[in-house]
């Protein structure tokens, strides 16, 4: 089976500007979740979806969002890009709603 | 809120040395998982415990499961350059979020 598939893999924004994320879970994976990665705060909770619904979200301002498609690939948004977004965002996915889970690669985004 | 903590922060040991992290939670878990990021890579999956007590090993690494379920280790005997990364524990109580400790730093010299 392939892996879990983030694109892209790298990317580099302008403060003020808008970037989506994608992220393909395991074929049969229907939980993805996101997380934020940075240096100083580890691994950070952003939303889990689950059959196209949010289930939770983490404490993260409203400008995150996400969504999940028919075929469980999901899509993560950051409106009006900060200098503090820069960081690895993982998407993970998992065969059941309380498992262990699967990360892609990430996509490291830089906001300059 | 739900917390889970992880010590010690970084840990400095000579090939060949044990080593052990301590994943601690405020709040009783269904399960707990263990993960392994090398640097510059993405978390990879080790194991994951669900019963009270329990204890499972993976060749050199051995994962502990608390008796209330709110803790848990991983012991690494006789490290080995490989073993460089950053080892997240990731609990459940049972919702839908998973709770990752800060994750411990594993620096072996050679």
């Known amino acids: 089976k392939a892996g879990v598939t983030q694109t892209p893999r790298y990317l580099i924004k302008t403060r003020g500007q808008q970037v989506t994320l994608s992220c393909s879970p395991i074929?049969?994976?229907?939980?993805v979740s996101w997380y934020q990665q940075t240096p100083g705060q580890g691994l950070q909770f952003l939303f889990e979806?689950?059959?196209?619904?949010?289930?939770n979200k983490g404490n993260f301002p409203g400008r995150f969002s996400g969504r999940q498609f028919s075929n469980s690939r999901s899509e993560m948004n950051v409106s009006t890009l900060e200098l503090g977004d820069s960081a690895l965002y993982l998407c993970?996915?998992?065969?059941?709603?309380?498992?262990?889970?699967?990360f892609g690669q990430g996509t490291r985004l830089t906001v300059v | 809120g739900q917390q889970v903590m992880q010590i010690p922060q970084y840990q400095h040991v000579q090939e060949g040395e044990d080593f052990t992290t301590y994943c601690n939670s405020s709040?009783?878990?269904?399960?707990i998982q263990w993960y392994k990021q090398r640097p510059g890579g993405h978390p990879v999956f080790l194991i994951q415990?669900?019963?009270?007590?329990e204890v499972k090993k993976q060749k050199r690494l051995t994962f502990q499961f608390g008796e209330a379920k709110k803790n848990s280790s991983l012991h690494i005997t006789a490290t080995q350059t490989t073993d460089v990364g950053t080892y997240f524990c990731?609990?459940?109580?049972?919702?839908?979020?998973?709770?990752f400790g800060a994750g411990t730093r594993l620096f072996v010299k050679a």
């Open positions: 993970a996915s998992s065969l059941s709603d309380r498992g262990y889970a699967f």
């Open positions: 074929s049969g994976h229907r939980s």
């Open positions: 979806y689950f059959s196209e619904t949010q289930r």
């Open positions: 709040t009783t878990l269904s399960n």
């Open positions: 415990l669900v019963k009270s007590g």
């Open positions: 990731a609990g459940n109580t049972g919702g839908f979020k998973t709770i």
